[in-house]
């Protein structure tokens, strides 16, 4: 089985909002809204080349939103549709724009979550990620991290 990255065209534009919100309503409750990745405008981030479709053996499993920003990769979202969660493709995924990171002479990787998302603030140091900031920022509770690129990102989780 293989993971790959593909740039996501505007025909894609359905699948990433429906796999956004089949991914996060989960959290609508917790947070006491819709998550961002909800309510993005992933029709701009297409046409600027931010989106890509994760495709696991050539299937639709998921999108990544991510583009550079200073001296990082901003990841501003990654989402998996539930069938594929929990299978180490978010792992992967991580490793993948590491890669692509380095390639292009960039320091970081740099992303943030919603403060009530316990899950990723569990996973992200596991990879690697440190926190660097919480701050409140459009209405949601936010906490940033960051990754060197030089770092190793551990398959066992």
Not at 26 to 36: C, L, N
Not at 142 to 153: D, G, L, M, N
Request: hydrophobic residues 40%; proline residues 3%.
């Amino acid at each position: 089985m293989t993971l790959r990255l593909e740039l996501a065209e505007v025909s894609d534009l359905n699948f990433v909002q429906d796999c956004a919100t089949t991914a996060y309503e989960k959290y609508v409750e917790r947070i006491g809204k819709k998550p961002a990745p909800m309510i993005a405008d992933f029709e701009s981030h297409i046409r600027r080349g931010e989106v890509e479709i994760v495709l696991w053996d050539d299937k639709p499993a998921g999108y990544c939103v991510s583009f550079n920003k200073g001296d990082a990769l901003f990841i501003e979202n990654i989402a998996l549709h539930p069938a594929h969660q929990g299978k180490g493709l978010a792992v992967m995924i991580f490793e993948a724009l590491e890669v692509r990171a380095r390639q292009i002479g960039l320091e970081k990787l740099t992303l943030y979550t919603n403060e009530k998302m316990h899950e990723n603030l569990g996973l992200y140091p596991k990879l690697g990620f440190v926190e660097t900031e919480r701050c409140q920022e459009g209405g949601f509770h936010r906490v940033f991290f960051e990754k060197q690129v030089s770092q190793t990102i551990y398959r066992a989780i």
